[in-house]
Structures are given as C-alpha cells and as structure tokens.
C-alpha cells in the first residue's frame, strides 16, 4: 500500500514540477532581470503563477481578473471568467493539488521535518472562510469600485496579499535589478513579511494558503462537487475505518464529503482506502456515485 | 448510460459557457488587457506599489 502511496505522490511531484517549470520556463529572464513579454502572455495558465516573474510565459487568471475588473473600460471580465469556468468545470480544485506553482512550494516545505506538525491551525473551519472574503473584496469589489478620478482600479489582491507575486516576482527581481531593488520600500516589506510567514507556516502545517487565503482556490473549490473530475464514493464499500481522513492532510473527511469544496484532489485518501470505496471519475475501478 | 451524461451535464454546461464567455471576452478587446498587463512588469506584484 506505501509504495501504491508514495508512486502517485511522485506522480503528482513530477506533475508539479514539469508544469512550474513549463509555465516559467523563460530563463533569460532569470539572467537578465526582466520578464517575457512574448504573445503566450495573453493566456492565462491554470494555477497561482504571477507574470511577474521573470520566467513566466503566461498570465496568472487571478491577476488578469484584477487587471480587466479594474479597468475603467470594462465592468465585467467575461475572457478571464470564461477561462476559470472551463478550467473548473474540468478539473475543480485538482489545479491547487497538481499544476499550482505555488503549492509545489507548500507542498515540498510541508516535507521538511518538524517537531510537532498541526493538522490544521486554531479556528481552522472558520479561517477557511477568508479566501471567500478575498475573492469578493480584494479581487472583485476593490478592482471594481475602488477608482482614482479617471475611473482606474487596482488589483489589490496582487497589491496588498499575493505572497506568489512576492517569491516568484518581487525577490527574484530584487536580486536581478537594481533599479528596482533601489526602490523598495513598506509595501515590499509588508508583503515579503507575509510570505516568510505563510513559509514558515508551510513548514508546520500543510498549505495553509490554499487553505485558508487563496481567492483561486475558492473558486475552483466551488466546482469540485461537478466538475468532470471528481470523487465518488461508495457507501456499501466502506467499513469506516477512518484511513481515508488519517491520509488527508488538509483535515477532511473524504468518505464524509468527498467532494468538498477544500479537497485539493492530492488522492491521498484514494491509496489508503482498504476496500475502494473511495474513487475517482478517471478511476478503472467499478464504484456506483453517492 | 444516461445517468453518467446527466451527473456530466452541469460540467458541460459550463465548459460551453466558459467558451461563449472567452470568445465574447476576446471580442471585447479583454485578452489584449491581459496581455499588457502580463507584459509589462506589475508593480503592485512585486510589492512596489
């Protein structure tokens, strides 16, 4: 059963790291301090990759949502909603478990070693609640109605929270330029003290932004329940034999919900469950929905 | 059979929809905001403001 475990999770390693790299794979931008600003950079990619960094080759659909929603020109941003419902409806939130950069990060952190590692920080059920106040007020209501006197909004999402744009954007070209670098000052601070924190924070408990901070992955999440790929499970098959929760490390009950909108579709649960009550849509196994 | 296309019907709903909605969005000129955006460096990304 571990080596079943432990193949799909290097499955998923591999997965990640093919898609970061692909997704960032400009790198002269690395050597030379500046970003690609080829045509790739009118579609969006998947996961949480800011186009700011100076490998990126797409856009970040969090970013770009913020970008046309503050736009004096447009109120609604049907190219980039478009994109994340059929992204969604596709997959749901295995984009967070399998192409997020940003949850590669978490996810190889949350390897390292610690004395006493949480299963999920105090108020766990209530802080999950703050990605949903983020999506409406940091990436949609702000950009929207928060305007200068020409009617242009900002992404305050990118601006004031996105730890991604400060380790994939911000540090990487403070190192590489030196105007910029030159230029820094509170909001950089400010925002490079909240990614050590979530870093540190990875270390201890697993993705605590995805968990509790992250607008994409709530919005993704909220597809899980009908999206082409999603778990079933079968109650005849089950003996309760709690296995399934014991695997999951963002603290849910698969067999309770196996499509809860925090599932990030990692398919821990899927390995460790004994008699296969627990499936996916993609799964050979014969499993009659719940 | 028909019990698999209607547990699939909603997600294919809105795959339609998300290409009504991407195809509306690029008439409207929206992709090439994204595109001027990811193009050029995002202050605010990077924590300049």
Not at chain 1, 52 to 79: D, E, I, K
Not at chain 2, 14 to 39: C, H, N, P, W, Y
Request: proline share 6%.
């Amino acid at each position: 059963m571990d080596k079943k475990i432990s193949l799909r999770q290097r499955i998923r390693l591999a997965v990640q790291l093919c898609v970061t790299a692909l997704t960032n794979g400009y790198v002269q931008g690395f050597v030379s301090g500046r970003i690609f600003s080829g045509p790739s950079k009118a579609y969006c990619v998947p996961g949480l990759n800011c186009y700011s960094c100076p490998g990126a080759l797409g856009a970040c659909p969090l970013g770009s949502l913020q970008a046309v929603l503050s736009n004096r020109n447009y109120r609604f941003a049907a190219y980039v909603v478009g994109f994340l419902l059929i992204v969604g409806a596709f997959f749901g939130r295995f984009v967070c478990g399998w192409l997020c950069p940003f949850g590669l990060v978490q996810d190889l952190l949350y390897k390292i070693p610690f004395v006493k590692k949480c299963r999920a920080l105090p108020g766990d059920r209530w802080l999950r609640w703050i990605k949903y106040g983020l999506l409406a007020g940091f990436v949609i209501l702000l950009p929207l109605f928060a305007v200068d006197a020409v009617g242009q909004g900002s992404p305050w999402f990118c601006k004031w929270i996105c730890p991604s744009g400060t380790l994939m954007g911000g540090w990487p070209l403070a190192v590489l330029n030196e105007g910029l670098r030159a230029a820094l000052g509170f909001l950089f601070a400010w925002k490079s003290a909240l990614l050590i924190l979530l870093l540190l924070l990875s270390v201890v408990v697993c993705r605590p932004f995805c968990r509790y901070l992250c607008p994409l992955g709530a919005i993704y999440g909220l597809f899980n329940p009908i999206a082409l790929y999603r778990f079933r499970f079968d109650s005849h098959k089950c003996t309760h034999c709690g296995a399934c929760q014991r695997a999951c490390k963002v603290d849910l009950s698969p067999c309770l919900s196996p499509n809860s909108r925090e599932c990030i579709r990692c398919g821990a649960c899927l390995d460790v469950c004994p008699t296969g009550a627990l499936s996916s849509t993609l799964s050979r196994k014969e499993s009659s929905p719940s | 059979m028909r019990a698999l296309f209607r547990s699939l019907l909603p997600a294919l709903l809105l795959i339609a929809l998300g290409a009504v909605l991407m195809a509306a969005g690029v008439t409207r000129g929206e992709q090439d905001i994204v595109f001027i955006k990811a193009s050029n460096l995002c202050m605010e990304c990077i924590g300049l403001g």
